[in-house]
């Protein structure tokens, strides 16, 4: 049996690979005919270099895969992907370089010509984007811009905020697309830190460290790079704690947590909550999100800070710490800077009753409050 190979330097050695056989890349027998090939296969491939080689990689339909969907073997270990992001992820971990085409053809081959003249052909005519680097025509913008992230590496500069100059801390969007929900790092050449509390990141740039690359960097660490200057956010005011407290929107305990938690923030010299408003970097702004000092470091909180999220349109609210059900004191943290800077946002909390208020009182002693169905909130 003809062993499958899974990275190509040419079109011709693809070809080559399975002359008058059934193609070794699907579930089903088929002839592996080049009409087969560019169709199913090619027109979809990845292209890299690796060590300054051009290279490609095709997608597989095999059993391995399970019910019969594309998938993507590596070439380098034994591992299979799903997804291309994720794929392209992991071959970049084993020291390749991404690319638009394969360096050994510098345009579209006469098999990628003829595919994408007969897609044209198939497709009825009508207001179409194509792709500037390769062509393909498009129906929708949402589409293209799709497929640019995917196939083209082309993704929009991310924000990068430094929440804690002291300890040289910085917040990044975690992905560049759906909710931009923030992660903290750490870069510093001065105190000589790299890190990010992503596990990915860690194994990420351990792996890297191993291959002879111990500065490598992941993708958070890498956008410090265009990083705002630090700019300290308004200052929480006791007087407005005071007043949430006399309109019983806290309860006492937690009134005096956030002045604890504020006055140690204080004595560290480093902001106790810094505002994420990315609807200031041409983002959604449905979300708020918040850095919140807590003084201590745990797995949630690996650099004495955690994050915290409200949905301004469900009111929900969330927190990474292990009280994350619960109305914790991060989460009244983040209210009393919202109270007292932006107050519109609560919306309906302003509104919450004194009995209310008073049960959540007793049930916080307990420890068992749990927050309000928080809806559809996404963040």
């Known amino acids: 049996m003809t ?3 899974f990275v190509f330097a040419d079109e011709e050695e693809l070809f080559s690979v399975m002359k008058d056989l059934d193609c070794l890349y699907c579930r089903n027998p088929v002839a592996a005919s080049k009409h087969h090939i560019k169709k199913r296969h090619l027109r979809f491939a990845i292209y890299y270099k690796d060590s300054g080689i051009g290279k490609f990689s095709i997608p597989c339909y ?14 380098m270990c034994t591992k299979i992907l799903q997804r291309t992001k994720d794929y392209k992820i992991h071959v970049t971990n084993h020291g390749v370089e991404m690319t638009d085409k394969s360096t050994v053809e510098l345009q579209p081959t ?7 003249q007969t897609d044209t052909d198939d497709r009825t005519t009508g207001d179409k984007s194509s792709c500037q680097k390769c062509g393909v025509h498009f129906t929708t913008t949402s589409n293209l811009r799709r497929h640019q992230r995917l196939q083209h590496c082309q993704v929009h500069v991310m924000p990068v905020l430094c ?3 002291k300890n040289a801390i910085y917040v990044t969007p975690k992905d560049p697309h759906g909710p931009r929900v923030p992660v903290h790092i750490r870069k510093s050449f001065s105190l000589q830190i790299l890190l990010c509390e992503l596990e990915e990141c860690w194994d990420f740039m351990k ?12 993708r958070h660490l890498i956008r410090t790079s265009h990083a705002r200057p630090y700019t300290p956010p308004p200052p929480l005011c006791v007087r407005s704690l005071e007043d949430m407290a006399r309109r019983r929107l806290l309860s006492g305990t937690r009134t005096q947590q956030c002045q604890e938690i504020h006055s140690r923030a204080g004595l560290d010299g480093v902001d106790c909550v810094y505002p994420v408003l990315w609807g200031e970097h041409e983002l959604s702004e449905r979300c708020v999100y918040f850095s919140v000092y807590t003084g201590f470091k745990d797995k949630w909180c690996q650099f004495g800070r955690t994050h915290v999220s409200f949905d301004s349109r469900s009111g929900g609210w969330k927190c990474l710490c292990e009280f994350r059900r619960s109305l914790c004191v991060h989460k009244c943290l983040s209210m009393w800077w919202l109270f007292q800077e932006r107050p519109e946002l609560l919306g309906n909390a302003l509104d919450m009753s004194a009995d209310g208020v008073e049960e959540l009182e007793e049930e916080e002693e307990d420890g068992d409050k749990l927050c309000p ?3 559809d909130d996404i963040c």
């Not at 792996?207 to 992941?218: D, F, L, S």
């Open 163 to 165: 929440v804690d100059a």
């Open 373 to 375: 169905e928080e809806g």
């Open 3 to 5: 062993e499958r190979v």
């Open 207 to 218: 792996a890297q460290a191993q291959r002879g690359n111990p500065g490598r960097e992941c």
């Open 110 to 116: 006469s098999v990628l010509l003829e595919t994408l």
């Open 62 to 75: 095999c059993a391995d895969g399970g019910h019969g969907r594309s998938h993507w073997h590596c070439p």
